[in-house]
């Protein structure tokens, strides 16, 4: 079994930042992607950011600039840097990752349970 564990999320004003992290533990063989969604009251729950195993990163149009996705592969890791937050950011942000448990076996995503985050105006 796998498990994603997320942190930082909290309360901060408009234009300040956070920086959430989710770790990977469990059975793992390797990780491919990992990935940051969100969802706010009310409304679906929506892509952010993503980083490839290779370092390659692509974000939504509505962070682009203001956020920053990253990973340390040996500790199985994505962190989410949030600068100039907007009260429009506010929701819960999950994490998501493509896990293979052993060598042979296919890829399965694995979503944490997700962390507050609240921008005050």
């Known amino acids: 079994q796998v498990q994603l564990v997320e942190s930082g999320g909290g309360l901060v004003q408009a234009g300040g930042s956070l920086r959430l992290s989710c770790a990977a533990s469990?059975?793992?063989?390797?990780?491919?992607?990992m990935y940051w969604y969100r969802q706010a009251p009310g409304k679906q729950r929506e892509f952010v950011a993503v980083?490839?195993?290779?370092?390659?990163?692509n974000y939504a149009d509505s962070v682009k600039g203001r956020f920053t996705i990253s990973r340390d592969i040996a500790k199985h890791t994505v962190y989410l840097q949030m600068n100039s937050l907007k009260p429009e950011d506010t929701a819960v942000y999950y994490c998501?990752?493509?896990?293979?448990?052993?060598?042979?076996?296919?890829?399965?995503?694995?979503w944490g349970q997700g962390t507050q985050v609240t921008v005050s105006s």
């Open positions: 998501n990752a493509d896990v293979k448990t052993t060598p042979v076996s296919g890829l399965r995503a694995y």
């Open positions: 469990g059975s793992i063989f390797s990780i491919n992607a």
């Open positions: 980083i490839t195993s290779g370092g390659l990163t």
